[in-house]
């Protein structure tokens, strides 16, 4: 009976021991997320773990999943985009077909909307309503619309019909412009219209032709739109050693659409196979990112590609610039994502943090 | 701390009775007597060869009778398994010792019948109430089961016997949320001929509401598991013909269908619209020969299992993936002496695999196995197993096992088991379009456990220290300039801990005590970061208690798991709060002479109305009622 109860004490040792070496520390919560940086970060793909990080203006402090720690629950899906209009956040959650309203500084909840989405991916703010664009049924390319919000109930109050893969949206007086990126679901077909929505017309849209896949869209200094076409790259088949190819390749470009009159009024074209995938302005200068070399800048009346990198970067999955800094995530989904900030100027680093998993828009909250 | 707390309770509340046991001896053994008899047979099938050196725990029909709803409930109160569902009902997922759920083989009459797909088998797709024996055995098995067997084993089994016999059971159930489950079994023998049949009906509309009120609709309103609704059928016949006893003939063919709504859970239910259909067919045909100091016995099985899944119930469109396994099991035993035996396997399957996307894909496995079996006396026993696997895809390394059980005391044995072990690449990993990986190799595992195992007096003990180091681990991962993940051979993780079983029934006149329970801590940890595993808590407790009175019993049922990771991350963040649910319900035995017994029972579940979780966002139900009644004639 000896060694029976010896062994039992080595149980009992050994559990006690593992159970008990962990211990957590309480971290300091901040309150307000004023005067800095707001990152939203997607989270894994139906994991329902999108998340939002703030950094301050002076880097000085910084906090990770901040709508959970506020709220006390989390946001519950992926979060593709946050729209702000005056104090309020709309922080659209795509798998989940919801929007959660947020104060934009204390991002305490506010509203949510649960009912008229249907794959939600951007929203902007016109004529005192908000104005989403949905993709629908991933897999039907008939069925994609802008659901338009009442900011006062925040409901959705009304739908109407729009040309395949509406993707972002924004805002210029009293019209909206949507890049219809098309490419939805799994083998439908990519889109190249810009959709102009006038919205005191009745919602009446005229389409303005681009290139493949557009996305990115940011007025100039000037108040056109610098769209971001990004080409196609679909279509894959396996050669003869097994290799997986696109077959369909079709060239990316940024364009310039002059908005008294609604057409192309510039176009930059990029090489065969290369797909910029991010594009934003700072002051006169269009700044664009290809995965695996880095972001590039030109002023916004070139006519022609920069030769040179302005930064070398991994590979990013969401960009901003703001007064000559480029911020930047690096895609991550399996490890979170870290935040470069970087002087466009000196390539200098000035900063980096680890933000949210799946971390992919940066936005500034002043 | 908490944790600390139960641990200590825990080890107390376990070792206890193992320290006292004397006493139970001199105060126990004369009221035990019937219960001694039984126990001594139990005593002896635990030592059987093929669960040699390893821990197994059985389930029995009167629990299958007490969680009916589905197998993973079934398993979440009466074995050492983690599961992972997506919301009541939905696909469910099962792990040993913080594995993955591709290191748990589930058998079917001794047949592998994890999807030839993904590698897993979903419990929550599967009927198991109609089984005979079910049991589960935790640690490696890949010289006996072939790939996959890392985590543990779950074995269903259906009973042929030839004993002259009619045994009938029926079994209905209905609940809350308009949740009805029911079964018959018919077991018959002749001395000839044996024959089972049995079928399984089960539904429910599963639209309990969410108690997490924290999520809300736009108008305030609580929500519910919308698009959770369920339906599944199935039948099994099992037919025998003894020419001789040396010379038995098996059939056993079973199918079920079972159409199935995902729900999509908070903070949005509405966006829920999800439906998956299963089609799972199987045959198998044994032949049994006796000649001499041979057995021979020959398994001939067909299996297909197809998934059918919409991503818009409304709609017509759906993507499928299905299998056709066809496989030859050859086993031969040659007892050469009294005290040795040699088993001698040949395994050969042909497998098909197709998906909506994929061009149909073909795999041969072709393994070699040979078994050595040593016992020269009733208190020792020793086995010393190999495999060589080949694969028309790729190498696999030679699985081995040495197991060992030695009778150390009086109703005391101790069991030690080490093995290589391994799991073959899955067709999604290897051919998924675009995202597959042919360079994938085998996951290979060495693994050991010791355990201590005391039975008798009505008490059952177990307990079980095992160590897996797992290397060339497949994970998902990003690729390169794209979204796409792609599985690659990258992980090692090295899972240790002790598993413990405690079981103790007594019976004083009209008083009937019954314990049992499973206990399990685990550090699964990440080689390369020392990181805890996902979906692997450190802590499962569940456990049953049962006290019956002339023809009333009562029940209590308690499953505790400690808090899981949701990815390799392990931050707070990305986890599910510690699970505590129990149980209580009532039997009472309306008729009972002979062979015949009715039973009336009812059950509350979840009667502290807790708030759990199995995965992100997907609440379980909160506290809810069935009532069934159980005939056996």
Known sequence: MKTTKLIFKLFLLSLVFVACDEDTTPSEILDTFENGIIISAEGAWKAKDGSISFVSEDYSMSTNFLYKGVNGSKLGGLIQSIGFNGDDAYIVLNDVNTIVVADRYTFLKKAVITTGLTNPRYIAFANGKGYVTNWGDADNINDEFIAVVDLESNKVESTFSISNGPEQIVSQGSKLYVSNRGGTGSGTAYNNVVSVIETDAANAISTIEVNDAPDDMVFNAAGNLVVLSQGEQSSWAQDENGIWYAQIETTAAIQTIDVSSNTVSSTIEFGVGVHPNLLDIDGSNIYYHIGYIGVFSIADDATELSEEAAILTDNLYGMSVKDGKVYGVLKTFEELSELIITDATSKSKLYSTAVGLGASKIYFNE | ?633
């Not at chain 2, 035990?32 to 197994?56: P, Y």
């Not at chain 2, 725990?57 to 629990?63: D, L, P």
């Not at chain 2, 890949?142 to 890392?150: D, H, L, T």
């Not at chain 2, 044995?413 to 899955?426: F, G």
């Open chain 2, 1 to 633: 701390m908490d944790v600390c707390k139960v641990v200590c309770f825990l080890v107390v509340l376990i070792v206890f009775p193992v320290f006292s046991q004397e006493k139970i001896k001199d105060n126990g053994s004369l009221d035990s007597i019937q219960n001694l008899n039984t126990v001594d047979i139990k005593a002896s099938k635990f030592h059987k060869t093929e669960r040699l050196g390893q821990k197994t725990v059985e389930v029995s029909a009167k629990e299958m009778a007490r969680n009916p709803t589905n197998f993973t409930e079934l398993l979440r109160y009466n074995s050492p398994i983690v599961f992972k569902d997506y919301g009541n009902g939905g696909t469910s997922s099962a792990r040993f010792r913080g594995t993955s759920a591709s290191n748990t083989v589930v058998l079917w009459n001794g047949i592998n019948i994890n999807s030839v797909g993904s590698g897993q088998t979903d419990f929550n797709s599967l009927s198991a109430n109609t089984a005979d024996e079910i049991i589960i055995k935790s640690g490696g098995g890949s010289v006996e089961y072939g790939s996959g067997a890392i985590g543990g084993t779950v074995h269903l089994k259906d009973h042929l016997s030839f004993d002259i016999h009619q045994n009938y059971q029926l079994f209905t159930s209905y609940g809350s949320f308009n949740t009805s489950s029911n079964f018959f079994k018919a077991n018959l023998g002749t001395g000839k001929w044996a024959i089972k049949l049995s079928g399984v009906f089960n539904s429910s509309d599963n639209d309990y509401p969410f108690i997490d009120d924290r999520y809300q609709d736009e108008d305030g309103n609580s929500l519910k598991n919308d698009n959770g609704n369920y339906i599944n059928y199935g039948v099994d016949l099992g037919i025998a013909y003894k020419i001789s006893n040396k010379n038995k003939l098996y059939f056993y063919t079973t199918g079920y269908y079972g159409d199935r709504l995902f729900s999509d859970g908070l903070p949005n239910p509405s966006a829920g619209s999800e439906r998956n259909e299963d089609f799972n067919q199987r045959n198998l045909l044994k032949w049994f020969y006796r000649f001499g100091d041979f057995t021979q016995i020959i398994n001939t099985s067909f299996i297909s299992q197809e998934y059918r899944y919409y991503d818009n119930k409304d709609s017509k469109d759906y993507s499928f993936g299905k299998s056709q396994t066809a496989s030859i099991n050859y086993s031969l035993n040659y007892r050469f002496s009294n005290a040795w035996s040699l088993k001698y396997l040949m395994v050969a399957d042909h497998i098909n695999g197709q998906t909506t996307d994929l061009v149909s894909e073909d795999r041969d496995v072709f393994s070699l196995g040979g078994i050595l079996n040593y016992k020269p006396n009733s208190d020792f026993i020793f086995s010393l197993g190999a495999r060589k696997e080949y694969n028309s895809d790729f190498k696999v390394p030679i699985s081995a096992s040495l197991s060992a059980e030695q009778k150390v005391a009086k109703f005391i044995w101790l069991k030690a088991n080490v093995s290589a072990n391994y799991r073959v690449p899955t067709f999604n990993e290897m051919y998924w379009p675009v995202v597959g990986n042919r360079d994938l190799i085998p996951e290979n595992s060495r693994q050991g456990e010791f355990g201590l195992e005391f039975e008798n007096f009505g008490l059952k003990f177990n307990s079980t220290l095992f160590y897996i180091d797992l290397k060339d681990k497949i994970i998902w991962k990003p690729a390169g300039n794209s979204n796409l993940w792609t599985p690659v051979n990258l992980d090692a993780a090295v899972n240790k801990g002790v598993e413990l079983f405690l079981g103790y029934t007594k019976k004083i006149r009209s008083h009937f005590f019954h314990f049992s329970g499973n206990y399990t801590f685990t550090e699964a940890s990440d080689s390369e970061n020392g990181r805890q595993l996902p979906y692997a808590p450190k802590h499962l407790l569940n456990y049953n208690l049962e006290y019956g009175y002339g023809i009333a019993k009562i029940y209590f049922q308690d499953l505790y798991q400690s808090k899981v990771f949701t990815n390799r991350l392990a931050l707070d963040f990305y986890s599910l709060d510690l699970v505590h649910v129990m149980n209580l319900g009532l039997d009472i035995s309306l008729f009972e002479k002979d062979n015949t017994n009715l039973v009336l029972g009812g059950k509350i579940n979840n009667i502290g109305n807790s708030l759990y979780y199995f995965t992100n966002l997907r609440p379980m139900p909160g506290r809810n009622y069935t009532i069934n009644i159980n005939y056996k004639f």
